[in-house]
Every structure is written in structure tokens, then in C-alpha cells.
């Protein structure tokens, strides 16, 4: 039996929700692979994912164990200060404890920023076509959203500092962008940070790190100690495999992270996630392959679309946008096929749609789906 429907209410409470709330629209996540079998009649394992930029090996067999090990202790509550994972994280970056604030994946990161620095009223800034966070969480506190154009798909970085006016608060960056994949030089990300007043807080959203060229990585940890108000946010989620279990991290000035812990909750990431966490940071040697696996997939799959005359963004992330013309329709007819990938006309890209890069016959399959799907 199905369940009953809602009651009717005489008096609804949600209409006591702040404006600000009831006018958000809510997170649209990639369609869960259940749903898409239970749909298609097929069954889960015939159906391919590439629609929310996980690393698609998972996790390494070190962080499996420790994941197995640590299922002995769930019963009590996890290390609310998260002792391990941030000695790993202070001795990786050369940042002290006090620095570092871990988040219930790194989104947790982004929304204790809007919490401890917006009220209503603020302006935070961010480009278009950026990661559906920033707005979701900038407006979920009555503040602003400064959507600033994007030039050729990426951050425009002038306009950007145009845009900051002594209302704003905070000013997001995503190097890389999700989802476009693009991504700015070090040289120029250095200077733009430095021009931006230092009581706005410049968020450094860096959860693609891991996939860069190592050569082409800026040392953004070593930054934090250079600004105070620079935030950098990574997470476990992408090329660590670990985006079930959700932990990220943010490194920044200790007053600032001072602020983030006053309003985060006390246990707010699990002890699972934290022994996976420390183990994944050790295990360099995965991330490695992951990256170099990343890009021949990469490779196959920008190949693919030249070969089906759809032109992409070139990336930096573990994702590909790619332009079908009616994207809608092409990621219905994807779905007919087990193929699930992302449509991003919520990111103002309606002819666009974002596949991860997979495991090579997982890009294989995507591919000869895409070119049936293009052609019906
Ligand atoms: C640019 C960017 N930032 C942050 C996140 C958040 O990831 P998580 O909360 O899993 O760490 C994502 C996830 O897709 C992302 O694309």
C-alpha cells in the first residue's frame, strides 16, 4: 500500500518560512541509478552513471579497510574535532590544526561560510555557470546573489572585482568550475585574490584539485597564510572516492576558522568518513592512477564528441561539457539506454550536457549511446 497523502492543513506552518526560503529552488541531484533500473526494468548494474563526478574505481583497498575497521566503533559518537584527519591535513599543507575546519563534504564548508559571514541583506559574489551551491546557500540566509557573466564559460575575474562593493561579504571562485571545467592560472588567481578587499571573504572552491597536472596546481594552502580572508575548500568526494561518506575540509586564517566552528555541528563529520579520510590522504599513489586514468578518459571522450561534431569546453575537472543542441531530449534518449549523465540547463546551459568521465567502456557505452541519441 501506497502512503497516504498529505493531510490537508487549516493553518500551514510553511508559509511562516522566511521569502527567502520558499522562493529557492531546490539542489537537483544526478538521477540515482535505482530509480533509472526500477524505471527501465533493467537491472543496476546495466545502467551506467556518469552525472555527478565521482571517481568511478572508488576508493582505494587501503581506505575500503579502514572504512571496515573503523564499522567497530560506530556506536560512539565520532571525534568532534576530527584529531586524526587534521593532523594528516596540517602535515600534508604545513598549516596548523587550528586552521583547518572539516565540513560533511565540503558543501557543509560552503554553507558555514554563508552562516558565520551573510545576513539578510549582504551580497556575495559568484560567476555564472558556477557551482548551484554558492546560490542555494547565499540565498537560504536572505543575502544576495551577485551573479556575475562568465566570459567564454569561465570566471571573469575583472568583472568579478567590479562586482565587489562594500555590501559584499563573501565572493566565491571554483578552480575548477563544475561544471564547465574551466580553470584559472595560478599567476592570475594570486593577483585577483590580492585585489579584492580583505574583509570580504574569498572562498577557493578546489574540490577538482586532485585532477590538475600536479605543475599546474597553486599552492592555495600556503596562500591562507598570506590572506586572511581566503578560504580553500577541498573534499574526498572526486578523485579520493569517497563521495557517499561525505567529508571535506576548508583551510584558512584560525580566526575565520574560529568562526565556521562556532556555528557547525559538533559531530558533523562521521567517524567512517574521517578514518577514510586520513587513510585516502596517505594513499597518493591511487590518486595518481585516478588522475592518469581521468585522462585518457578525458581524451576518449573529447575524441567521441569531435567524431560526432559536438563541440565541448575543454576541462580541467573529471567532467565534460559537451553541446548537443536539445539537450533534453538527448539526455531522455540517453536514459532509454541505461546512460545516465547530467543536464545543466539550471546552470543557464540548456544545449550543454555534463558527463563524467568514466571507466574506459563506461565512456564506450556513453559514446555509442550519445551518437543513437543525436540522431532520433
Ligand atoms: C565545484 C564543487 N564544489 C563543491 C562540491 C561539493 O562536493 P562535496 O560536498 O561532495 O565535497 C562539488 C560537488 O559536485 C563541486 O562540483
Redesign the pocket.
Known amino acids: 500500500m501506497s502512503a497516504p497523502a498529505d493531510l490537508p492543513l487549516r493553518r500551514d506552518p510553511s508559509g511562516h518560512a522566511p521569502s527567502y526560503v520558499r522562493e529557492l529552488s531546490p539542489y537537483v541531484p544526478g538521477k540515482p541509478i535505482e530509480e533509472l533500473a526500477r524505471e527501465l526494468g533493467l537491472a543496476e548494474a546495466e545502467i551506467v552513471k556518469l552525472a ?2 565521482e571517481n568511478p574505481r572508488g576508493p582505494s583497498a587501503a581506505v575500503r579497510a579502514a572504512i571496515v575497521k573503523t564499522t567497530n566503533d560506530v556506536s560512539r559518537y565520532p571525534d568532534g574535532n576530527g584529531f586524526a584527519l587534521k593532523a594528516a591535513l596540517s602535515a600534508r599543507y604545513g598549516v596548523s590544526p587550528e586552521r583547518i575546519v572539516l ?6 564548508v ?1 554553507e558555514l561560510v554563508t552562516h558565520a559571514f551573510l545576513r539578510p541583506g549582504d551580497h556575495a559574489v559568484y560567476s555564472r555557470h ?2 548551484a ?1 554558492y546560490p542555494l546557500a547565499v540565498k537560504a540566509r536572505g543575502a544576495t546573489g551577485i551573479e556575475v557573466p562568465a566570459k567564454d564559460y569561465a570566471h571573469d575575474l575583472a568583472a568579478m572585482r567590479a562586482a565587489v562593493t562594500p555590501q559584499t561579504r563573501v565572493l566565491f571562485v ?1 578552480n ?4 564547465t571545467g574551466t580553470w584559472i592560472e595560478p599567476s592570475l588567481l594570486k593577483a585577483f585574490i590580492a585585489s579584492i578587499p580583505e574583509d570580504v571573504i574569498v572562498v577557493l ?1 578546489e ?2 584539485n586532485e585532477y590538475l597536472d600536479p605543475s599546474q596546481e597553486a599552492p592555495s594552502a600556503r596562500w591562507t597564510g598570506e590572506h586572511g580572508n581566503l578560504i580553500v ?1 577541498r ?4 578523485a579520493h572516492g569517497l ?1 557517499a561518506l ?3 575540509y576548508g583551510i584558512m586564517n584560525a580566526n575565520v576558522a574560529d568562526m565556521l566552528n562556532r556555528v557547525r555541528q559538533p559531530f558533523n563529520v562521521n567517524a567512517l568518513a574521517q578514518a577514510a579520510a586520513v587513510a585516502a590522504l596517505a594513499d597518493t599513489a591511487y590518486v595518481d592512477e585516478s588522475r592518469a586514468l581521468n585522462r585518457a578518459g578525458m581524451r576518449e571522450l573529447e575524441n567521441g564528441a569531435r567524431a560526432l561534431n559536438c563541440r565541448f569546453v575543454p576541462s580541467h ?1 573529471n567532467f565534460l561539457l559537451v553541446h548537443v543542441g536539445d539537450a533534453a531530449g538527448v539526455y531522455q534518449r540517453l536514459l532509454r539506454q541505461g546512460v545516465i549523465v547530467r543536464p545543466v540547463a539550471n546552470y543557464g546551459l540548456p544545449e550543454f550536457l555534463r558527463v563524467t568521465v568514466g571507466l574506459p567502456a563506461e565512456n564506450r557505452r556513453f559514446l555509442d549511446a550519445l551518437a543513437i541519441a543525436l540522431t532520433r
Open positions: 555527478s563526478n565540513g560533511n563534504g565540503s558543501n557543509d560552503l558556477a557551482f551551491v571554483a575548477p568550475n563544475n561544471p572552491d574540490a577538482y575548500s573534499t574526498f568526494s572526486k563521495a561525505r567529508v571535506g575537472g
